[in-house]
């Protein structure tokens, strides 16, 4: 049987449909890879400012690039279990892969010259879940948004002709993003410690803790040194490499450890803007304990092949709102992949 032949008009309507999914498949594609939308901060622009700060070191983290790793294992005493079901929380031993680092992306920076230290932490759960964190040696995160990290990197670049940030960048930048200065007050007074094992480290973004029950309770954590703090000194500035030296000394001698120390959130408080520190009569909770036997040299080491992915969670702990998490995520894997193709050879 023939069919009745179109209409023009009909044709026409027939031939414009067809075109349209092309043009629906090119304008996903123009809009996922960021042309329809340049302004946006993606993972690319963030590492590329890391870079520009840091420089180029093929091989190695785009931020905290010099640092060691380190292996031991978390004591759970079974307390944080009431705020959540993940397993090393229940009474128990859970084995560790962590490193320590300083911030910035130069691996050859004197470790006296930056102030900002780093500790992260893998824990194998026998379930075979992970989880991933890093914390750092500050009390607040400088800003609460991604922006702000962008434009904070952008204003602290040297200055062509001084070597140093331009002080009118820096100002502008603080009328943009106010939240700087409780960090700047702290920083203005902080006295580095003489060592990683003394340094109290922090989760700064909150996360959520999911109980047995499925209950969500907002929390932050801190790694809490049972080493006792002694000021960074004249002589560690004799040694560019002064943090390692003095791990490897008092490992020789024994073990070091952490208590881990969980801050449950007040309603008032915010999940979402780590530059805010909660004040300090929140509820805690000592969870364990963590114990440091062995460091090795970064390169050869487990924890070169680990990306700290802060999202990288078990059941029982869930990202908060707070919109850094996802940028770091994001940030983490780029440089992660950068860094372990130019390892592997392959630029
Ligand atoms: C938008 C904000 C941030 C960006 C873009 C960013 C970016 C990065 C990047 C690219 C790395 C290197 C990752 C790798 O190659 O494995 C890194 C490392 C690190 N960052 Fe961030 N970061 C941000 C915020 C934070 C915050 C809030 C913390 C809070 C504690 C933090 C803690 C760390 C630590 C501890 C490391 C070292 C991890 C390791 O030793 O492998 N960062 N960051």
Redesign the pocket.
Known sequence: MNKPSLSTGQTLIRLAAIAVVPLIVIALFLWAGGWLTPDKLTSDK??TV?QKSGGEHPGY????AK?VCINGSFAANGKASVLSRAGLFAPGETPVIG?F?IAGGNPNAPDYAVPVR???LAFYQKDGQQWRT???AMPM?PVKS?EG?YDLQIATLPDAKTGKPDPAKIQAFVQKHPEIKPFFGWAQQYVPSSSWASDRF????AFNFVDQAGTRHVVRWSMVPHSEYQPINAADKNDSNFLQSDLQQRLAKGALQWDLIITVADAQDSSSD?SIAWPADRQTINAGTLTINQTTPQQQGA?NDI??DPLILPEGITASDDP?LN??SS??AK??NA?TREQAGAH
């Open positions: 963030l590492i890391l983290r785009r931020n905290h640092g490193r680092a780093s500790m992260a890093g914390m750092n995160f991604v990290f922090n989760s700064l973004n780590a924890c990306n700290y850094i940028a770091r940030a983490y440089s992660y860094r």
